[in-house]
């Protein structure tokens, strides 16, 4: 990257209607336009190209004239861990300075990729290493979309590689259940999950998408009618008094609205089902009173249920479950008729297990972050 380049913006993480102004912007016509933005598509999205002049189909000029106003730059890395089991860590540093992080988890025949909304987040969630973190801001829809981009370079899992030539795909589901609540910056996570599942590009089937969220319920529905995809409720407890506790956020949304939102989740079915997480705390919300008032409170909702067991940090102040407890917990809402498995963790070791994502940039000041601005822009000069 050139100073200059530091001024241009990357063609990495558009959407159909982004790239469709600025190609306008360069003086494409309407007769070309269309087939303009998905040849240019086809070359971000499927076949993750670094240069333009790997864009073959498209004439010479009109590269010429993308390299002079755009780049095609992906979120630096700057830092990537890897666990023991396979898990990798990414920790991203977006243009203005901060950090967010990014995990994926490899599987026998699938690979799924862990994406933050969010720097920080706006949540409180007490058993959340996350919700530790102030929120600094939103994501933009390029951000969020440009985790999936870089994850697929460092994993060489793009069609045109010949490691991706057997056909098999490394990064198969992406879950919006990283830094931050999708929900509280929606419009942008429509966005970069359209992108995502746009069949000419990233290509990822909406039912291999999922959006997890603490409940906000007002902003449910809609999500579900913009994007189509999976939903997970982020729900850890059976009464409102022990929920207030752990998601502060259901003081706001107490659990009987977020359930009848849950109800009327755009094409909820036995095979649109929506995934419940529920942490395993001992002592806390583990007992068999619980699991059986998890069943009677979940009647009706098409469901899956994911046992997550708690992943501690730092002065977290819960633990795990024990093994038998949850195995317990398990067969009673199994018995129920409720696929319910208890999730292995994965990446605990580098701090990549659910709950335990927190990156090392910390808030800033409006003014601070405004000084940061203008010296990115002045180094464009």
């Not at 992080?101 to 699938?110: A, K, N, S």
């Not at 931050?180 to 599942?197: F, I, K, R, W």
């Not at 927190?358 to 180094?379: G, I, P």
Request: aromatic letters at 6%.
């Amino acid at each position: 990257m050139t100073i200059n380049d530091i001024a241009k913006p990357s063609l990495i993480g558009m959407t159909r209607d982004d790239l469709r102004a600025a190609l306008t912007e360069l003086g494409v016509g309407d007769k070309q336009l269309r087939m303009r933005v998905n040849q240019i598509w086809g070359w971000l999205y499927a076949h993750g190209v670094r240069e333009f002049d790997q864009m073959s189909n498209v004439a010479k000029q009109l590269r010429d004239k993308l390299a002079a106003a755009y780049t095609l730059d992906r979120l630096e890395m700057a830092e990537a861990h890897l666990s023991k089991d396979g898990t990798r860590k990414y920790l991203f540093r977006l243009r203005d300075g901060q950090l967010v992080e990014t995990v994926y988890i490899p599987e026998v025949g699938r690979g799924t990729l862990c994406v933050s909304s969010q720097v920080g987040c706006t949540l409180t969630c007490r058993f959340c290493h996350t919700g530790t973190q102030k929120l600094v801001r939103n994501l933009t829809a390029a951000e969020i979309t440009g985790q999936m981009v870089a994850a697929r370079d460092d994993l060489e899992d793009w069609g045109h590689n010949p490691a991706s030539n057997s056909g098999t795909r490394k990064v198969t589901n992406v879950v919006m259940m990283g830094m931050g609540e999708p929900l509280y910056n929606g419009d942008q996570v429509a966005d970069a999950l359209n992108v995502m599942s746009d069949g000419d590009g990233l290509s990822l089937s909406k039912r291999r998408i999922t959006l997890s969220t603490s409940g906000v319920v007002p902003e449910i529905a809609p999500m579900g009618e913009k994007t189509g995809v999976m939903l997970a409720i982020s729900l850890h407890a059976v009464t409102d008094e022990l929920r207030d506790e752990l998601v502060p956020l259901n003081k706001k949304y107490p659990i009987a609205e977020l359930l009848a939102a849950c109800r009327n989740w755009p094409g909820l079915s036995n095979a649109k089902r929506i995934t419940f997480e529920y942490v395993m705390l001992k002592g806390v919300n583990d007992s068999d009173d619980d699991a059986r008032a998890l069943v009677k409170l979940l009647s009706g909702i098409p469901a899956k249920i994911n046992l997550i067991p708690f992943n501690p940090w730092p002065g977290a102040p819960y633990q795990c479950s024990d093994e038998t407890r949850m195995q317990t917990f398990a067969d009673i809402v199994n018995r129920a008729g409720y696929a319910s498995p208890v999730r292995r963790p994965r990446g605990r070791d580098i701090m990549a297990a659910c709950g335990q994502l927190k990156s090392a940039s910390v808030k800033q000041s409006a003014a601070e972050l405004k000084k940061a601005e203008l010296a990115t822009r002045n180094l464009g000069r």
